[in-house]
């Protein structure tokens, strides 16, 4: 129940293109969804985040789709850039008492965005 | 976004010795939490360290292998204690607030066990 399940594994995307990476879980008991970029040899940064009580949440180019019903969220990166290229990772935290604050990760994307 | 740093960024260690990672915020946060990316892999939690109490530790870690230490709200230790080769990973500490589900992560440790 603590899981979240990642996928793509890898990506490859032209320049330009729209990246799509998906998530899903199944505790019911998360209520926060963050989405990080790390580069090699980098710390993991914040990218996004989202909460169940909208189903969309967009910053400049990257926007996160939340599915409730379907316990699914996605991350789509629109006008992909090579700059782009790294690996991402979803994850999941809820205010439960067993695991206040901590981050359920994903297997995490490793994106390449071709020029 | 808090600001955090780690000591060392690197290091190449000896089977059986132990290396004490630092983990430095430029504010006061409640939540501390340390994990571990072992290589081409996500990141796993290893334990949460608040200050004023023991640590908590996730299942498959435990204190006597990853001592940590928490003597204030900007600052904590990671130890890895006897260490072997399949403790080679990149450890990464984050902070979080009472109030706020946001982590914001350290650049990493970088160990390498030979």
């Known amino acids: 129940q603590q899981q979240v399940k990642q996928s793509p594994q890898s990506l490859i995307v032209q320049k330009g293109g729209i990246s799509i990476i998906n998530c899903a879980y199944e505790?019911?008991?998360?209520?926060?969804f963050p989405w990080y970029q790390q580069f090699p040899g980098k710390g993991p940064a914040l990218l996004i985040a989202?909460?169940?009580?909208?189903s969309e949440k967009k910053e400049g180019r990257f926007t996160i789709s939340f599915n409730k019903s379907a316990k699914q969220f996605s991350l789509h990166i629109m006008d992909s850039q090579p700059g782009d290229s790294a690996t991402y990772f979803c994850?999941?935290?809820?205010?439960?008492?067993?695991?206040?604050?901590?981050?359920?990760f994903g297997q995490g994307t490793t994106l390449q965005v071709k020029p | 976004s808090a600001v955090i740093s780690q000591k060392p960024s690197r290091d190449i260690c000896q089977r059986g010795t132990s290396l004490t990672i630092q983990c430095q915020v430029d504010?006061?946060?409640?939540?501390m939490f340390w994990y571990r990316q072992q290589p081409g892999q996500s990141l796993t939690l290893i334990a949460t360290?608040?200050?004023?109490?023991?640590?908590?530790?996730e299942s498959g870690f435990v204190i006597d292998k990853f001592p940590i230490s928490r003597p204030n709200l900007t600052f904590s230790t990671l130890t890895v204690s006897n260490m072997s080769p399949e403790d080679s990973s990149i450890y990464l500490c984050?902070?979080?607030?009472?109030?706020?589900?946001?982590?914001?992560f350290g650049p990493g440790t970088r160990l390498t066990v030979l």
């Open positions: 984050s902070v979080g607030g009472t109030y706020t589900d946001t982590q914001y």
């Open positions: 360290a608040n200050q004023g109490s023991e640590a908590t530790y």
């Open positions: 989202i909460r169940p009580d909208v």
């Open positions: 994850a999941a935290s809820g205010k439960s008492s067993s695991n206040t604050g901590k981050l359920i």
């Open positions: 505790n019911t008991a998360f209520d926060y």
């Open positions: 504010s006061q946060v409640t939540m």
